[in-house]
């Protein structure tokens, strides 16, 4: 054989000698050779598709905070729109048109003498009108809004001009001048009075037929003025107004958009309209809301918590109407109103606008938006775009579309910086190459030193986590290793322990859950929270049983006892109310220390609902008298038993309360307090129930707010 044909075969021989690669080795090595290209490859991809998979999620988090804020102003608008419905066709309101509409008309037949003149005169020329050419820079003539109607300026001498304050305004129910208006307001006005504070409104008006204003909650200079006439002709409201009537529905509502009003100061104010209907169909005018545009940002803004809500540094989501002019405050301003100023004027906001947003101190109906989201937008459109010009100038990403309230042709436009939306991708891919370079690294090394030392114990290990994942806590690993991985043998079985006793206390403490929850709401509604149903337990129930327990003499308990003395007898009273509730099948609602409220067919509908709340009220009357011989104490009960509908629902998931509400429960209360003396008191429909089995003594009637209710007592 020749040199020449020995010379291949020397290398093959040379490295054998040289590394002495087994078989197992070579395939780990090939291995190893494939997870370094295989980690680059993946570095690549997982770049690529990070990168985009965080600007995805920029925009899809954006895309969620608009869709929340949008849903919640359309469940604002919708509640402020059913809310005035219904306090329209209210019969108080009703009736409230008819008196208001006739003593309107009858105080056109009553004049201000000269001097009565002269000082509501003194009154717009001195504070009314100064104060509006001041906020609105316009030129107002000292008499032009003084109301033509003789009406309107009597009403506005006793109402309007004596306050200076709109709460004293608010405050005020009779003039003491002897009108049926007056009369009228005194009747009134403390329900309107009422709604506003409960309901959040700016103001009431009452208009007649006529576009009179025949009433208004804050006594405004609105009040007596005629809508459909200067200065209040070509407002929204008197739009509004005209529009309500044209639909000839008693049923219909209609909401204007943003405007400055004169009434208001100059301010910007919404309004929501409806007919005031009869009971006959019959319209006698319309309920005007009146709604401040600072209501509209508190949704739209979170109350101005935009960090919170997942917007960054940056972040904002805001409104723009048709006319491309916010309906909503800007962050940057709310946050910086001189930095704003000077942003928007380096970003090509017309000095018109500017002084507009001065003048205001708002960007409501004064910052001009016309931006490619707004375009897209207005036509109706609904999506993202992002590196887009913003109002402010700025590079931005933005989440748009309409808005679906009424005719109002709203848009909302959730938006964020570029730079700080990016921001993250950035980072990652930072985050990346470093770790590709240590991974490599770590991977090189452990699988050339390590990889024959583990194959066997990690294999184990990997069996015993997946019985672990799997849910089985007895998994163990035998420890028959050296070195770090027999640590790790003896760190999984720790952990398979400390997870075993965990298990245990997290059982002990969801078995305690239950018993907390069932201590503050019924047993059924606690199991429906604990397996989720937190935003769905609210609901109406018919024909339920109220027992409304007030307990007396309290005072008793302290006698001679210390306070934790007292602590555990009252215990002991309250486990007597509820071992006799679980009895009879009662639930429990609510047990504060003086009072005891239960509930008899509303969790469990049962058809003797009724006669299980008459027979627990005498229960109770006997767990007292057993309690009292026991302690020698002089506790009593006063009891109202009611049935109807009631409303129950989980008012704060976070403090767990959970309380009941409607006509029953107000009813029973009402029942329960119609006598100072202890006893058992009950409805007519109650005592068709129990009567025939108790003697009764009957009460007389007593007013509720649904109406006259006949009272009954046991005994």
């Given at each position: 054989m020749s040199l020449t044909d020995q010379a291949p075969d020397a290398p093959q021989a040379k490295p054998r000698r040289r590394f002495g690669f087994s078989t197992q080795s070579t395939l780990l090595f090939v291995i190893l050779a494939i997870s370094l290209v295989a980690s680059g490859v993946v570095g690549v991809i997982g770049y690529r598709s990070g990168r985009d998979a965080l600007q995805s999620a920029a925009l899809d988090q954006l895309t969620t905070i608009r869709e929340l804020r949008t849903a919640e102003l359309e469940r604002y608008f919708a509640s402020v729109e059913n809310d005035v419905?219904?306090?329209?066709?209210?019969?108080?309101?009703?009736?409230?048109?008819?008196?208001?509409?006739?003593?309107?008309?009858?105080?056109?037949?009553?004049?201000?003498?000269?001097?009565?003149?002269?000082?509501?005169?003194?009154?717009?020329?001195?504070?009314?009108?100064?104060?509006?050419?001041?906020?609105?820079?316009?030129?107002?003539?000292?008499?032009?809004?003084?109301?033509?109607?003789?009406?309107?300026?009597?009403l506005q001498y006793y109402y309007t001009a004596q306050f200076t304050d709109w709460n004293e305004a608010l405050a005020a129910t009779d003039a003491g001048d002897g009108s049926a208006w007056s009369a009228a307001r005194a009747k009134y006005h403390d329900h309107f009075a009422r709604l506003i504070t409960a309901e959040g409104y700016e103001d009431f008006l009452l208009l007649d037929l006529n576009g009179n204003v025949v009433y208004s909650a804050y006594s405004g200079i609105d009040l007596g003025a005629n809508l459909l006439q200067a200065p209040y002709g070509t407002t929204k409201v008197a739009q509004g107004y005209e529009e309500v009537l044209q639909t000839g529905s008693p049923n219909a509502v209609v909401m204007t958009d943003a405007e400055f009003y004169v009434a208001s100061m100059g301010r910007v104010v919404m309004w929501v309209l409806s007919p005031v209907g009869s009971t006959d169909g019959t319209v006698t005018g319309v309920l005007a809301a009146e709604i401040a545009m600072y209501a509209v940002g508190d949704v739209m803004t979170g109350n101005q918590t935009w960090a919170d809500q997942g917007l960054g540094e940056t972040g904002e989501v805001y409104l723009v109407g048709p006319d491309q002019k916010m309906r909503s405050i800007s962050r940057q301003y709310a946050e910086d109103p001189a930095g704003y100023l000077a942003k928007a004027q380096k970003a090509g906001t017309s000095p018109a606008d500017i002084a507009e947003i001065q003048r205001t101190e708002s960007t409501v109906l004064t910052q001009s938006v016309h931006t490619t989201s707004v375009d897209y937008a207005l036509k109706g459109d609904t999506g993202t775009v992002t590196n887009t010009k913003e109002?402010?100038?700025?590079?931005?990403?933005?989440?748009?579309?309409?808005?679906?309230?009424?005719?109002?042709?709203?848009?909302?436009?959730?938006?964020?910086?570029?730079?700080?939306?990016?921001?993250?991708?950035?980072?990652?891919?930072?985050?990346?190459?470093?770790?590709?370079?240590?991974?490599?690294?770590?991977?090189?090394?452990?699988?050339?030193?390590?990889?024959?030392?583990?194959?066997?114990?990690?294999r184990r290990l990997a069996d015993a986590v997946r019985a672990a994942t799997e849910g089985d806590t007895t998994a163990r690993v035998p420890v028959m290793s050296t070195g770090e991985v027999r640590d790790l043998a003896r760190a999984f079985n720790d952990m398979s322990d400390a997870l075993a006793a965990k298990q245990a206390k997290i059982e002990e403490a969801q078995a305690e859950n239950s018993r907390l929850l069932q201590a503050v709401m019924p047993e059924s509604i606690a199991r429906r929270f604990q397996h989720g149903e937190d935003d769905s337990l609210g609901d109406e129930y018919p024909d339920v049983a109220v027992i409304s327990v007030v307990i007396l003499n309290l005072a008793s308990l302290s006698e001679g006892r210390t306070s934790a003395e007292e602590t555990q007898a009252l215990r002991l009273l309250t486990q007597g109310f509820d071992d006799a509730a679980g009895r009879l099948g009662i639930e429990r609602m609510r047990s504060l220390r003086g009072t005891y409220l239960a509930t008899s067919g509303m969790v469990t509908p049962r058809v003797d609902a009724v006669d299980r709340a008459g027979n627990f009220a005498v229960e109770l009357v006997a767990v007292v008298d057993r309690f009292n011989a026991r302690l020698d104490t002089k506790v009593v009960l006063r009891i109202g038993l009611a049935t109807g509908t009631v409303r129950a629902g989980l008012i704060d998931k976070r403090t767990l309360s959970y309380d009941l509400w409607g006509e029953a429960v107000e009813v029973a209360r009402k029942v329960r307090d119609c006598s100072q003396e202890p006893g058992i008191y009950f409805t007519r429909a109650v005592f068709e129930h129990i009567g025939d089995y108790h003697t009764t003594t009957e009460m007389g009637p007593v007013e509720t707010l649904h109406g006259t209710r006949d009272v009954w007592k046991i005994g």
């Open positions: 419905s219904i306090d329209s066709a209210s019969l108080m309101v009703v009736s409230a048109s008819q008196d208001f509409n006739e003593a309107f008309e009858e105080a056109e037949s009553l004049r201000l003498t000269p001097a009565q003149y002269d000082e509501l005169a003194a009154y717009y020329a001195g504070d009314v009108v100064p104060e509006l050419e001041s906020f609105t820079q316009e030129d107002y003539g000292d008499t032009a809004l003084i109301p033509r109607s003789w009406a309107g300026r009597y109002y402010n100038g700025v590079s931005s990403i933005t989440a748009f579309k309409p808005l679906d309230v009424g005719k109002l042709d709203w848009v909302v436009v959730a938006r964020i910086d570029s730079s700080e939306a990016f921001a993250p991708a950035a980072a990652f891919a930072r985050t990346l190459v470093i770790s590709l370079l240590v991974i490599v690294l770590a991977v090189c090394l452990l699988s050339l030193a390590f990889a024959q030392v583990f194959t066997r114990p990690v």
